[in-house]
């Protein structure tokens, strides 16, 4: 039985984008189908759903049962010690390392490359097992997180831009200060700012902190010795005039009390690679000189051939190809779910009980008017850190779209209902058709071409609303954009091509559309 | 009376703080027709609904052919295919064919097959004279065309009461007189029919029975002769004098 389930699963798996084909097209020819179909179809719909996610849940453990898999979150980026290389693979020392105790303590590490910040709330909520992002260790994160022995020691430099007139912490003086999320470089800037006179500003990126600094909009900024030396050396044009301050050391972390086994294995792993040398070639590897010479060129080369539109697309096609096909992966599921979701609660919103109305504007009126950012952040951090399940990012994104787009779908399907002359019924229900039958018959026919428009509409709004799942780390075309950016500093033209990206989906999108409403209402 | 098709006693309907219906008794007898006049707002309409229960009596009782509707166990819809209504504003559904708009509540109901649904809808239209309209779209027809096709529709559940609310109020003239024309036939074969309308020709051509209502109560009642001719009650004469010098 059990293994039937798990054979029909992984048949689902293969075949997983006809099934999205086919469950539009049904949707579409909704209204000429039987009541009994109709039922099929929706009972079809939402089992396929609940496998969906049943995959999305179950398909990790289950593939790698031999070998352990942990999963480690770390920063988009922050080199030398994790930064996208040009193929969009994590490297730098953080990678190299948790790479290589993992081979050598027999474990699978799943790098989830979701920012810094987002990656210690994971971390809290349990929905990863440890960080490695060049964390310095510090009293206050101890109190929440379980430390690893120190694997790198660092202390926090102030750099300027070359041209301006900042020397030192005293010319700080009613200035401001760019700093970076919570990063031990903040910390300390926010201890000395009131003993200096200067404001801070933070921001989620790295490449943000810097571009702020090198525009003069901030006259310093804070950060990692290690960090900011390589990033000095490798061309980043920003020079660094303070000494670094002894604060302390990185450590790989866990959440405080868990994954005892997994941290015992990067220590013993750690200690292993000392003794045998692998550690100070990889630190050497990114800190060296003959390292930072290389990546010098290496961006120098950038430099001379991907400055142009067509360089830039060139040089990322995978990553922005495997982001296009992640956004529409995430649209076509997510515009399926609410739909369906969407109908049965603007459905439950025209019922003659007043309980099922009172459910359905309750539910509108909640996930309508939940910020989608919340919403997300809540499915993805706040409910596993309640339940100690994790939900893996894809299925917390179509659950936050579900409910969201599913929102707005439910208020015009009811808007559209309510549209419809309320003598249809009053005709309908006279003759003696039962409610149901007289809806399916008489009004929802009617309805659906008034709610054509909408649906469009919302269809597009959903593709749009995506990128707003990068912020759970989804690596969509959003999240591409902000990692290409963190590598490259090509603001201006990778989002330009980002926002072409989309404009170009949502007129496929749209003309789609189009010929779907055109068949529907010949 | 015996044989009462329609048995009404002490019905009351409130609209909120509206007393609309203020303690109504009516009675129709098998084969009868009853015309309900009154000024506007009297309670007309909320009768006629409250005997296949579109409203909700708020006391009272409404018998239909020995079936309690008031009562809320009684299978409404099953009561309701025994009760045909037309309506002001015709309300044919305008996503389905004039053939379709006959034939859906017959077939969904399994009352007949599809084949026997097209061929008695096609014989329904052709008594009310629009056998032509067969394929033709609701909006493509006249307001006259239109109650014609909601009589057919309400008669293809064969039922042995009709109750018509206003159904030539919302024609143009010369439309009134082919749907007054398919109603008189319908008389002469014995349905049995309540009619709210201000057509007092029709009236005293048709009804057996004239029901003058005002304030949500009976008046008076009686053969159109008596009504019309002699009337008892204040009211009944003002709203006559009103009406008739139109
Ligand atoms: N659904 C409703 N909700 C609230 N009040 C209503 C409703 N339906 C009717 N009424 C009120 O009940 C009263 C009687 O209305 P009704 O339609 O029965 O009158 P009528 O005799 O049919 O008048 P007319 O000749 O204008 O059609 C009116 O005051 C009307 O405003
Ligand atoms: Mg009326």
Redesign the pocket.
């Known amino acids: 039985m059990l293994k039937k389930v798990f054979q029909s699963i992984k048949r689902y798996q293969n075949s997983d984008v006809p099934f999205y084909n086919r469950s539009m097209i049904y949707l579409l020819k909704l209204k000429d189908i039987g009541e009994d179909r109709m039922k099929k179809i929706i009972a079809l719909i939402s089992c396929m759903f609940g496998l969906f996610v049943f995959i999305n849940v179950y398909h990790e453990p289950q593939v790698n049962a031999a070998e352990k898999t942990y999963t480690i979150g770390t920063d988009v980026t922050f080199p030398p010690f994790v930064y996208a290389d040009s193929n969009n693979n994590y490297v730098g020392i953080d990678m190299d390392l948790i790479r290589a105790i993992a081979k050598e303590e027999g474990f699978k590490a799943e790098i989830k490359p979701i920012g810094f910040n987002a990656a210690v709330q994971s971390l809290s909520s349990g929905q990863i097992d440890g960080v490695i992002a060049g964390m310095t260790i510090t009293d206050e994160r101890r109190q929440k997180f379980d430390f690893s022995t120190p694997y790198y020691k660092s202390g926090i430099v102030m750099a300027v831009a070359p041209k301006g007139n900042i020397k030192g912490l005293k010319d700080l003086k009613g200035k401001r200060v760019a700093v970076k999320t919570g990063t031990a470089g903040a910390t300390y800037a926010n201890s000395i700012k009131d003993r200096y006179g200067f404001r801070t500003v933070t921001f989620d990126d790295s490449d943000n902190v810097y571009n702020d600094v090198k525009n003069g909009n901030s006259a310093a900024c804070f950060d990692d010795s290690a960090v900011l030396n390589y990033g000095v050396k490798t061309g980043l044009g920003l020079k660094v005039v303070t000494k670094p301050t002894d604060i302390g050391s990185y450590g790989f972390a866990v959440e405080k009390g868990k994954n005892k086994e997994l941290m015992a294995k990067f220590n013993s792993g750690l200690k292993k690679l000392k003794a045998n040398g692998q550690y100070n070639k990889i630190v050497e590897k990114y800190t060296g000189e003959s390292a930072t010479a290389a990546q010098k060129k290496a961006s120098a080369k950038a430099d001379s051939e991907g400055h142009t539109f067509i360089g830039l697309i060139k040089q990322n096609k995978s990553a922005i190809l495997d982001g296009i096909f992640e956004t529409i992966k995430l649209t076509v599921v997510s515009i399926i779910c609410a739909t369906i979701f969407g109908v049965l609660i603007g459905l439950l919103g025209v019922l003659p009980s007043k309980f099922a109305r009172g459910a359905s504007t309750t539910i509108i009126y909640i996930f309508r008017g939940l910020p989608l950012l919340v919403l997300a952040l809540f499915i993805y951090n706040g409910v596993p850190s309640l339940t100690g399940s994790k939900v893996p990012a894809f299925v917390a994104g179509i659950i936050t779209l579900t409910l969201n787009e599913g929102a707005y779908t439910a208020a015009f399907v009811k808007g559209g209902i309510d549209a419809v002359d309320s003598g249809q019924m009053e005709a309908a229900r006279s003759l003696g058709l039962p409610f149901g039958r007289s809806m399916r018959k008489v009004i929802l026919p009617q309805g659906i071409k008034i709610m054509i428009p909408s649906f469009i509409n919302q269809f597009i709004i959903t593709l749009k609303d995506t990128s707003i799942l990068s912020i759970i780390g989804i690596l969509e075309l959003t999240q591409t954009g902000k990692i290409i950016i963190a590598r490259n500093l090509e603001g201006f033209k990778i989002w330009t091509i980002i926002a072409l990206i989309y404009l170009i989906i949502i007129t496929v999108l749209t003309l789609l559309s189009k010929w779907v409403e055109r068949r529907i209402n010949d | 009376m015996k044989n009462l098709k329609v048995d009404v006693t002490d019905l009351k309907k409130n ?2 703080d ?1 007393h ?1 219906l203020k303690g109504i008794d009516f009675k129709v007898a098998q084969n009868e027709v009853v015309v309900l006049i ?1 000024p ?8 006629l609904r409250c005997l296949n229960r579109l409203e909700d009596p708020t006391s009272g009782k409404v018998i239909i052919d020995g079936n309690d509707i008031s009562d809320s166990k009684t299978n409404i819809d099953h009561a309701r295919e025994n009760i045909g209504m037309v309506f002001q504003h015709f309300n044919l559904f305008n996503n389905l064919t004039v053939g379709q708009n006959v034939e859906l509540a017959p077939v969904e109901l399994g009352k007949m097959s599809k084949e026997e649904a097209v061929k008695m809808a096609k014989e329904l239209l052709d008594t009310v004279g629009l056998d032509d309209k067969y394929e033709a779209m609701p909006q493509s027809l006249s307001g006259g065309q239109k109650q014609r096709v909601a009589i057919a529709r309400a008669l293809a559940m064969n039922p042995d009461i009709m109750l018509f609310d ?1 159904p030539t109020s919302a024609l143009d003239p010369e439309m009134v007189g082919d749907v007054l024309e398919v109603m008189k036939d319908l008389a002469k074969k014995g349905m049995t029919m309540v009619v ?1 309308t201000h057509e007092m020709g029709f009236a005293k051509e048709v009804a057996d029975r004239v029901v003058f ?1 005002a304030d949500g109560k009976v008046m008076e009642e009686g053969s159109p002769e008596e009504v019309f001719d002699n009337p008892q009650n204040e009211r009944t004469k003002t709203f006559l004098e009103k009406v008739i010098n139109v």
């Open positions: 609209f909120g509206n609309v009154g506007s707002g009297s309670g007309k309409s909320t009768l206003e709210v209502m």
